[in-house]
């Protein structure tokens, strides 16, 4: 509501294509006009602009007053008729500007590899892109997610090599995941040149289609995927497609093709590469043993992607550690003539006591231990706090899950995050359960009410508290169109941290419950209002609501 009364100013403003309407820095106004560079530009004294300027808006039904002050001219709503719009669409669910533009996205998120466990490290690609995912959904994007299991590779070699050598089946079925996670640390713990030679071998004897060696692949993906969905399950995350690397397999030949018909390509020490120039090294394409790599695959699916949904753009929710890969991959589908809209939506480490994890040393944190964790100290939590609390078992899971969700969420995406469960559980202070907490609160306050809809006292509005809740609301889909701009969903948490504490200050300051009819039944919209925003926004980051905590 907030940017469409802007655009709506803008609107009327459209001879001056050029000017800002921006929220202001000194005033206690909702919005801002500089005035010096118009009257730079139109050649007309600054007072004349502000008249000109006031006189295209003063008729607006919702600007109450347009005031010039030191080169900026002001501009305040009509506080009780602009509440009144906000609330009203709020409780339509129609929450502002969201163009449903049906422009396709593909989000590339998740994509663990297959034969390790699923680590704490994955939850970031994960929860980053579930949460655009649903983000650009409610924007009018037709989204499709996939999830690009690491399921080839010469770390298959490596497995392999590592089971023959040190492995039984007996441990191997007993615990398959873990089993195969202690092989791979072993295999490199040798550092072993010949080991890696016969680790390649086997990688190609995988590609070529050996049957053994196969099975044992086929087996370990199997497995896995039980284990990524329990995953799943618990985070209540989904995808559209599961077509991970080796679904590629066949569709490298035609990349190398269009590659070398397009003389993009050289041979270098037997191996197939892509020269890229601009400070990039060379794309491997082909090892000269003839097995494929990692970008080879990737720029398959690129295509085939495109052929598929036709997308308009698709982001990559990968660490930061794949940069180069990122960019090598754009180069060469540039290079290939594409041009896509590829944006590598890349994010920090998970640090526990300061320290980076690595799958190498086995220093894994499995995430689903650190869940189960999580889930515990929620449910003592509880059980301190409300002991009488019915379903504390569901309770504690939303809380656990949304909180280690919101966690990742909170910081922008391209820092480093700390992982601290005692920290991340607190009800104060910047977590998922200060949200949901304050939810719940209203849930409380509104459980044995009836709102009656016209009631309403317009006369409050004009306090600044209960006004800063109705900005606040207004620029709820305003916070989501800046979410996709930088795909950061740092940026509704923040939005709904600052809702959060908005409305515990107003909780604080005015009763809610009075005898007044109409002052009752105007708050009770108004907190009504910040609850369907506050879960909406939990829900957009993959969080859970409570009625209850
Ligand atoms: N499996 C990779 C990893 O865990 C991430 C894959 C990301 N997606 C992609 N299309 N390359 O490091």
Known sequence: MFQQLRLDILKRLEKYDYIIVEEPKRADSDLAIPLFNVSKKEQIPINEVSKEITSLLEDHPLISKLEFDRGFLNIYFNRELFSKEVLSNIKDEKYGTLNSNGKVVCIDYSSPNIAKSFSVGHLRSTVIGASLYKVYEKLGYKVIGINHLGDWGTQFGKMIVAYDLWGSEEELKKNPIDYLQSLYVKFHEEENELLEEKARETFKALEDGDKRVLALWEYFKEESLKEFMKMYEILNVKFDSYHGEAFYNDKMADVVKILTEKELTEIDDGALIVRLNDDLPPALIKRSDGATLYITRDLAALLYRYNTYHFDKVLYVVGNEQKLHFNQLKKVSDLMGYNFDITHVNF??????????????????????????????????????????????????KIGVSAVIFNDLKNDRKLDIDFNLEEMLSFEGLTGPYLQYSSVRIYSMLKDETIKEGLVDPTLFKDDLYYKLVILLSQFSNTLERVILENGPHILSRYLLNLAATFNQFYGAHKVIVEDEKVKNTNLILIKAVRVVLNEGMRLLGMAHLDEM
């Not at 994890?357 to 939590?381: C, F, P, Q, W």
Request: without cysteine; aromatic residues 2%; charged residues 35%.
């Open 348 to 397: 920090g480490l998970v640090l526990i006591d300061g320290k980076k994890m690595s799958t190498r040393e086995g220093k894994v944190v499995k995430l689903y231990d650190v869940i189960s964790e999580a889930v515990n100290l929620a449910l003592k939590a509880i059980t301190e706090k409300n002991p009488n609390l019915k379903d504390k078992e569901e309770a504690a899971r």
